[in-house]
């Protein structure tokens, strides 16, 4: 049930024919007083569709005095706010008080009964455990931050999640963190929702950019990405919007602008946070009234598309600090998803890790490795900056500078990667993040150690957990047990 509170009869009967048109039921109200009487009452509201102003005042102060009244009664029902009297300011001032989004009269019916439909449908209760008949999807995208699937095998759904798409590209993990934005993303894709995703570099977020619009009812439509920081103010709106020839100087044929390429389907606009505030405002009436002009052309175009944005900064501080818009961070912020660094979830390492080792020696005619399980704690204890981006970066390059790969393990499974493989290879490429190294041994990012001190500082450890039992510190380390003797010779333990 929808409720309508407006002043203006007129408006009233309008919005009412057109959602009972549209299967809605539709209860209305032609002030507050009338209004918080059915708030009180009736527990089957679905949404509020509000006027902001109910005297002669066009202020909007009526109107967000009565969104803080609904919300006192109904925390959780959305309200979209309608208004003749626009403004950026007012607008800001209903999202921070609550309201699920602002619509100036005259308004678009297209655009307004998607946003109705959009708010009704995040509203909706959902359960988080999932059927367990439910398909996995497939996902295609570019593998820049997770990485794509070498193997059609069956899959444990809490570790490996597939959304729609011709390759078979997966996102691995099993966190929590994870799997909960994973939830969201099941969540919000169906509607045109816009979403903000926010994490450190190499967190996946274009991958969960991709799986937003693979989930949608737009996947059958283009996915365009476009990287905003490598956009100058002065392209921004022939890149964004397109241009006529002629329009300027050096605009010598016709140019399709992004939201025209992405027409129909989702614009993912990355690095949000690079924008400078001059193409923010730009930007902004496209979210707003869905509506943009190509250069050289005065004629308005409508943009159908759903927008999803990712940033690595934080725009709340950008906000306070002014250089990023208030307005354009709530209208892009409706839904947030934030991917956690990697060392806030450990425990998708090691899926990741033999993924990646298994991609890794597919790719390089390598025979199949794995690691061990103190290298797998090893892993768990590095910093990891630049997130998984730069484990798959860690785990191809230990493959590749381990030695004696014929060595196997006595199960027959290839040759195994010890945590000193890794430290190795880590050593190899060092990055300035801080004094937050791990220590095994004394061996650690920043360390002023040789390679010769990190191996027998490995070597000191596994016989220590192992209380010097050769063959299982042998097996640990991926050596002979005759190297092992000599290598203890050798650093006199």
């Given at each position: 049930m929808i409720l309508i509170v407006d002043d203006d009869r007129a408006i009233r009967v309008a919005l009412t024919l057109m959602l009972e048109r549209n299967d809605y039921t539709v209860i209305s109200a032609d002030g507050p007083d009338a209004a918080m009487e059915v708030v009180r009452h009736q527990a089957e509201l679905e949404l509020v569709l509000m006027d902001m102003n109910y005297t002669l005042s066009t202020d909007g102060e009526e109107g967000l005095t009565l969104l803080r009244q609904v919300k006192v009664f109904q925390p959780n029902l959305p309200v979209i706010l309608m208004t003749a009297w626009g403004s950026i300011d007012l607008a800001v001032q209903g999202m921070r008080n609550g309201a699920f989004d602002f619509i100036t009269k005259p308004w678009d019916n297209g655009v307004l009964l998607e946003r109705i439909e959009t708010a009704i449908l995040l509203n909706r209760p959902h359960t988080t455990e999932e059927p367990a008949d439910r398909p996995l999807h497939n996902l295609s995208t570019d593998v820049d931050d997770i990485?794509?699937?070498?193997?059609?095998?069956?899959?444990?759904?809490?570790?490996?999640?597939?959304f729609g798409g011709a390759e078979d590209t997966l996102i691995i993990g099993q966190s929590q963190s994870l799997l909960s934005a994973l939830a969201t993303v099941e969540r919000v894709a169906p509607t045109n929702a816009p979403v903000l995703i926010t994490g450190e570099s190499g967190t996946g977020k274009e991958l969960i950019a991709q799986a937003i619009h693979e989930q949608s009812r737009r996947a059958g439509k283009p996915f365009v990405k476009v990287n905003l920081g490598g956009i100058s103010t002065a392209l921004f709106e022939s890149e964004m919007f397109g241009h006529k020839k002629g329009s300027f100087t050096d605009a010598k044929s016709d140019r399709t602008g992004r939201f025209e390429l992405a027409e129909g389907g989702t614009i993912f606009l990355d690095e949000i946070g690079e924008l400078e505030l001059a193409s923010q405002v730009k930007l902004l009436r496209v979210l707003q009234d869905q509506t943009y002009e190509v250069l050289g052309d005065s004629t308005s175009r409508h943009a159908n598309v759903r927008v999803v944005c990712a940033t690595n900064a934080d725009l709340r501080q950008m906000v306070k600090e002014k250089t990023f818009r208030e307005d354009l961070f709530y209208r892009i912020n409706l839904i947030n998803i934030h991917l956690s660094p990697l060392r806030e979830r450990t425990d998708d390492i090691p899926l990741l890790v033999h993924h990646f080792i298994r991609q890794t020696c597919m790719s390089n005619s390598l025979p199949i490795a794995t690691a061990s399980a103190e290298a797998i704690r090893y892993l768990q204890t590095l910093p990891f900056y630049g997130n998984i981006r730069e484990?798959?970066?860690?785990?191809?390059?230990?493959?590749?500078?381990?030695?004696?790969?014929?060595?196997?393990?006595?199960?027959?499974?290839?040759?195994?990667l010890s945590a000193m493989n890794f430290q190795e290879a880590y050593q190899q490429n060092p990055v300035d993040g801080g004094d937050h190294s791990p220590?095994?041994?004394?061996?650690?990012?920043?360390?002023?150690?040789?390679?010769?001190?990190?191996?027998?500082?490995?070597?000191?450890?596994?016989?220590e957990k192992h209380q010097g039992n050769l063959s299982l510190v042998a097996k640990e380390l991926g050596i002979s047990r005759g190297a092992l003797y000599r290598k203890i010779e050798k650093h006199g333990l």
């Open positions: 990485g794509e699937a070498t193997s059609t095998t069956s899959i444990d759904r809490h570790r490996r999640r597939r484990l798959k970066n860690l785990v191809e390059r230990t493959l590749l500078m381990s030695a004696d790969p014929s060595l196997t393990s006595p199960k027959g499974e290839g040759w195994i220590h095994l041994g004394g061996a650690g990012r920043g360390s002023a150690l040789t390679l010769e001190e990190i191996e027998r500082a490995s070597i000191a450890a596994s016989l």
